[in-house]
């Protein structure tokens, strides 16, 4: 250890910011979105994570959904999943949570401008790719174009539905959805997330393209847009893992050499495609 | 620093006991057959093992514990004095350094609990089976990275300080004593023996591969090695717990928003799992696999260091009788 090194005023990186909660917004049966507001201006990247604690409950990492251009309102989507996704599902209004971060890799936009960006969601995975999709919004007249394709289980599990009709209308946005399973009433496509690509104009040439889902369609996805012809590094995934402390010490979250909450959770393929199990 | 001080061994003994009206003095103590670190008081003093190969417990217990509130640290009253620690533990601190002080996210509670220890190491002449050190190009004796190294001959103790540290304390608690007196050089008697314990040690590893061969070997192994030695394992995370340079924890709530660090290890089922039920350590082989890639290939291609540092401790600790050389040597 350097003597020089003298550092006794630094933050705990163990702390939490505290962060009321303003509204619990029912996207789906399973996901929900916590609107936080946080005791001091909270500022992010796009695609960077947080880790959110219950009081005396647990610990949890989530990418904000809501705009990085917002600071003092922040929105994370949870799905209910186990032990302490189901504690934040039952919170109401008024209570306090504890905020760590923002910690990681994010989105690197502005590796985007320029281009046109291909985004495949699935289920809870749209939550990171929103508010990228908002980071977006903001620098799309430096974008040639943006096509969102997500799927779902069933309509009902669909979330945001205001979303896809925003974007829509939007100059330059594209949207899409599917559903593994329609009901009545259902007119869009129907099949799993991968079956959008195959309706998308887009010059890959030019193109990125963003993953985020569950691990299976991760897998497929990424395996799509080579077929398509996307070359290892123009496909951007968000890698989830067991991010438990955010600052690249407990492990948990290794993944190979990487810690994925230092040096993710985004990555491109080309990063990461040598290492064993990455799906899993 | 660099300066060599002889001490004779009756002072030293009288010297360290005196310490611990100010430190808290730990160091190693022979208990029912089993070398570990003890506070030391006036009465123990005679007591402290010298030279011998590494106490039980690694040095990362001072700096990691096991269980540490790290949102409210127990406020320490005094400053600690580690006597004693093997170079095989002074070297691994190297990575919990790199790790812990990392510039972006900088653990304040490791730095001070670092910069609030005096640390003097001590030569290892007499060396335990499972000790392996030289393989990984570590002497059985510290030179850097420790504060103070201690020698010892038949008459004398050599105290080599080696950090702006080590002299601060020699200056201030040693030199006004009158006991200690400079000396230019090592003599040849703590030389020969500490040639002779390198000796011994280059003998018994001479078909175990250096740090570089072990890290290919490991890498290119696909499947076979990994099951069938954890075929024996019980997860019961002991090679973990007492490795020198393990330092995987489990963040643990409690009201307040207080946080408890605890020692984890990759070696327990559900260590990566996340709450959808993905786990790609699920398999008790990819856990023990993983294992050994974190040492031999990930930490190292990381952060440029050991992170076996051949201490031999996790040969001794698996009750499964799994002996980490006789799995590097089959791998050839």
């Given at each position: 250890m350097t003597e020089t090194a003298t550092r006794t005023d630094t933050i705990n990186i163990y702390k939490v910011v505290k962060a009321s909660l303003e509204e619990v917004i029912e996207e789906s049966p399973l996901i929900r979105t916590l609107v936080l507001r946080p005791e001091r201006p909270f500022t992010f990247r796009t695609g960077e994570f947080i880790e959110l604690t219950l009081d005396g409950i647990g610990e949890a990492p989530f990418t904000p959904s809501?705009?990085?251009?917002?600071?003092?309102r922040l929105e994370i989507t949870i799905m209910k999943t186990g032990y302490v996704t189901e504690k934040f599902h039952s919170l109401k209004p008024g209570t306090v949570l504890g905020l760590r971060g923002p910690f990681g890799r994010g989105y690197p936009v502005e590796k985007f401008l320029g281009k046109e960006i291909l985004i495949l969601g699935g289920g809870c995975g749209l939550a990171p790719i929103r508010s990228l999709l908002y980071a977006l919004e903001h620098v799309s007249e430096h974008l040639k174009k943006v096509i969102l394709c997500y799927g779902s289980k069933t309509p009902s599990d669909?979330?945001?539905?205001p979303l896809f009709a925003r974007l829509n209308s939007l100059d330059k946005f594209e949207a899409y959805r599917t559903v593994d399973k329609p009901e009545p009433g259902w007119d869009e496509s129907v099949g799993?997330?991968?079956?959008l690509l195959e309706k998308t104009d887009i010059n890959i040439k030019n193109s990125v393209a963003v993953v985020c889902g569950p691990p299976v369609m991760m897998k497929f996805g990424t395996l799509k847009l080579l077929e398509m012809?996307?070359?290892?590094?123009?496909i951007y995934l968000?890698?989830?893992?067991?991010?438990?402390?955010?600052?690249?010490?407990?492990?948990?979250?290794?993944?190979g050499d990487y810690f994925v909450c230092k040096d993710g959770p985004v990555f491109t393929y080309d990063e990461i495609k040598e290492i064993p199990d990455i799906w899993k | 620093m660099n300066e060599i001080y002889r001490i004779s061994l009756e002072d030293w003994k009288h010297f360290t006991g005196t310490l611990s009206s100010s430190f808290n003095v730990y160091a190693p103590v022979e208990k029912n057959g089993f070398l570990d670190y003890t506070r030391i008081s006036p009465e123990n003093s005679g007591d402290i093992v010298y030279n011998?190969?590494?106490?039980?417990?690694?040095?990362?217990i001072f700096f990691l514990?096991?269980?540490?509130?790290?949102?409210v640290p127990p406020a320490e009253k005094k400053n600690n004095i580690i006597i004693g620690a093997p170079s095989c533990d002074v070297e691994g601190l190297k990575l919990l350094d790199l790790i812990y002080l990392?510039?972006?996210?900088?653990d304040g509670i490791y730095f001070e609990r670092r910069m609030n220890t005096v640390l003097i190491s001590s030569d290892c002449y007499e060396t335990a089976d499972?000790?392996?050190c030289v393989a990984y190009?570590?002497?059985?004796?510290?030179?850097?990275?420790?504060d103070i190294n201690l020698s010892a001959d038949n008459e004398y103790f050599y105290l080599h300080t080696c950090s702006e540290k080590g002299d601060r304390f020699i200056n201030e608690h040693i030199a006004e004593h009158n006991i200690a007196h400079t000396v230019t050089s090592l003599p040849s008697s703590v030389l020969k023996r500490r040639n002779s314990a390198t000796r011994t040690l280059i003998n018994r590893t001479s078909k175990l591969p250096g740090n570089k061969e072990t890290a290919d070997r490991v890498k290119n192994e696909g499947h076979n090695a990994w099951y069938r030695y954890s075929s024996?394992?019980?997860?019961?995370?002991a090679c973990s717990a007492i490795c020198p340079t393990c330092t995987c924890f489990l963040l643990i709530d409690r009201p307040e928003f207080e946080k408890i660090k605890q020692l984890d290890t990759c070696?327990?089922?559900?260590?990566?799992?996340v709450a959808g039920g993905e786990?790609?350590?699920?398999?008790l082989g990819s856990r023990f696999r993983n294992r050994y890639m974190c040492k031999f290939v990930w930490k190292p291609e990381r952060f440029?260091?050991?992170?076996?540092?051949?201490?031999?401790r996790c040969i001794d600790a698996c009750i499964a009788g799994i002996s980490k050389n006789e799995l590097i040597m089959e791998l050839a």
């Amino acid at each position: 250890m350097t003597e020089t090194a003298t550092r006794t005023d630094t933050i705990n990186i163990y702390k939490v910011v505290k962060a009321s909660l303003e509204e619990v917004i029912e996207e789906s049966p399973l996901i929900r979105t916590l609107v936080l507001r946080p005791e001091r201006p909270f500022t992010f990247r796009t695609g960077e994570f947080i880790e959110l604690t219950l009081d005396g409950i647990g610990e949890a990492p989530f990418t904000p959904s809501s705009s990085p251009q917002v600071s003092d309102r922040l929105e994370i989507t949870i799905m209910k999943t186990g032990y302490v996704t189901e504690k934040f599902h039952s919170l109401k209004p008024g209570t306090v949570l504890g905020l760590r971060g923002p910690f990681g890799r994010g989105y690197p936009v502005e590796k985007f401008l320029g281009k046109e960006i291909l985004i495949l969601g699935g289920g809870c995975g749209l939550a990171p790719i929103r508010s990228l999709l908002y980071a977006l919004e903001h620098v799309s007249e430096h974008l040639k174009k943006v096509i969102l394709c997500y799927g779902s289980k069933t309509p009902s599990d669909c979330i945001y539905k205001p979303l896809f009709a925003r974007l829509n209308s939007l100059d330059k946005f594209e949207a899409y959805r599917t559903v593994d399973k329609p009901e009545p009433g259902w007119d869009e496509s129907v099949g799993v997330a991968t079956v959008l690509l195959e309706k998308t104009d887009i010059n890959i040439k030019n193109s990125v393209a963003v993953v985020c889902g569950p691990p299976v369609m991760m897998k497929f996805g990424t395996l799509k847009l080579l077929e398509m012809g996307y070359s290892d590094d123009q496909i951007y995934l968000s890698m989830e893992k067991n991010m438990s402390c955010g600052v690249g010490k407990c492990g948990h979250c290794m993944m190979g050499d990487y810690f994925v909450c230092k040096d993710g959770p985004v990555f491109t393929y080309d990063e990461i495609k040598e290492i064993p199990d990455i799906w899993k | 620093m660099n300066e060599i001080y002889r001490i004779s061994l009756e002072d030293w003994k009288h010297f360290t006991g005196t310490l611990s009206s100010s430190f808290n003095v730990y160091a190693p103590v022979e208990k029912n057959g089993f070398l570990d670190y003890t506070r030391i008081s006036p009465e123990n003093s005679g007591d402290i093992v010298y030279n011998r190969a590494r106490p039980a417990s690694p040095l990362k217990i001072f700096f990691l514990p096991v269980k540490l509130n790290v949102t409210v640290p127990p406020a320490e009253k005094k400053n600690n004095i580690i006597i004693g620690a093997p170079s095989c533990d002074v070297e691994g601190l190297k990575l919990l350094d790199l790790i812990y002080l990392d510039e972006k996210f900088f653990d304040g509670i490791y730095f001070e609990r670092r910069m609030n220890t005096v640390l003097i190491s001590s030569d290892c002449y007499e060396t335990a089976d499972s000790c392996h050190c030289v393989a990984y190009d570590v002497n059985p004796y510290s030179e850097k990275g420790c504060d103070i190294n201690l020698s010892a001959d038949n008459e004398y103790f050599y105290l080599h300080t080696c950090s702006e540290k080590g002299d601060r304390f020699i200056n201030e608690h040693i030199a006004e004593h009158n006991i200690a007196h400079t000396v230019t050089s090592l003599p040849s008697s703590v030389l020969k023996r500490r040639n002779s314990a390198t000796r011994t040690l280059i003998n018994r590893t001479s078909k175990l591969p250096g740090n570089k061969e072990t890290a290919d070997r490991v890498k290119n192994e696909g499947h076979n090695a990994w099951y069938r030695y954890s075929s024996r394992c019980v997860s019961c995370g002991a090679c973990s717990a007492i490795c020198p340079t393990c330092t995987c924890f489990l963040l643990i709530d409690r009201p307040e928003f207080e946080k408890i660090k605890q020692l984890d290890t990759c070696q327990y089922p559900s260590f990566q799992r996340v709450a959808g039920g993905e786990d790609p350590l699920k398999e008790l082989g990819s856990r023990f696999r993983n294992r050994y890639m974190c040492k031999f290939v990930w930490k190292p291609e990381r952060f440029g260091t050991l992170a076996c540092t051949g201490c031999g401790r996790c040969i001794d600790a698996c009750i499964a009788g799994i002996s980490k050389n006789e799995l590097i040597m089959e791998l050839a």
